[in-house]
């Protein structure tokens, strides 16, 4: 009790001093309790493509095969860099068998043309089964 008092005091006094060193401009927001600095980036208004389907066993799958592959260095999912989007290419196609065992082959062989002079890569290491995993995963993320 005889410590814990004068301890109190002291924080007090600590804290009285911290605020007189931050106050002078702002002397009308004196009650206010202090802003969090910048904790983490404010969410988006919009929930992103990757929260929006991240439970879906189809785009772990398919994130997963993806992330053993080369694809990030040419696609991001929201955004065009060497590729189109992710989501401008589930945009373009419906996610129909047909369009998956398309593309999936075009993975494969590579191929320019349907977005712009740039071509695709081929990926011959990657079996049929995989490229499809990876194609049903872009085709999920949809807006
Ligand atoms: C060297 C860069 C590069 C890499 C690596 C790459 N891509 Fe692409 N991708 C492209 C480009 C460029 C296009 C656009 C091709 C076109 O215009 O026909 C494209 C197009 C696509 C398309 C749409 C095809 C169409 O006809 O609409 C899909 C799906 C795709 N990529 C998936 C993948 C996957 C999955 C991987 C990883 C296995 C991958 N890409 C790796 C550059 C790349």
Not at 13 to 41: H, M, R
Not at 57 to 73: A, V
Not at 115 to 135: I, Q, R
Request: net charge negative.
């Amino acid at each position: 009790m005889k410590i814990t008092k004068p301890l109190n005091l002291g924080l007090v006094a600590l804290a009285g001093l911290a605020f007189a060193c931050g106050g002078g401009e702002k002397s009308s927001e004196t009650t206010s309790t202090p802003e969090p600095v910048a904790a983490a980036p404010a969410p988006a208004q919009e929930i992103s493509l990757e929260d929006k389907y991240k439970d879906d066993p189809i785009y772990i799958k398919g994130l997963e095969k993806i992330k053993g592959s080369d694809c990030m260095s040419c696609h991001m999912v929201e955004r065009k860099i060497v590729g189109p989007s992710y989501a401008d290419v589930a945009a373009k196609y419906e996610s129909t068998d047909e369009n998956i065992t398309k593309l999936a082959t075009k993975v494969i062989e590579g191929g320019v043309g349907v977005w712009g002079e740039v071509p695709m890569t081929p990926h011959p290491g990657l079996s049929l089964d995989d490229a499809k995993d990876m194609v049903a995963y872009v085709l999920l993320l949809k807006k």
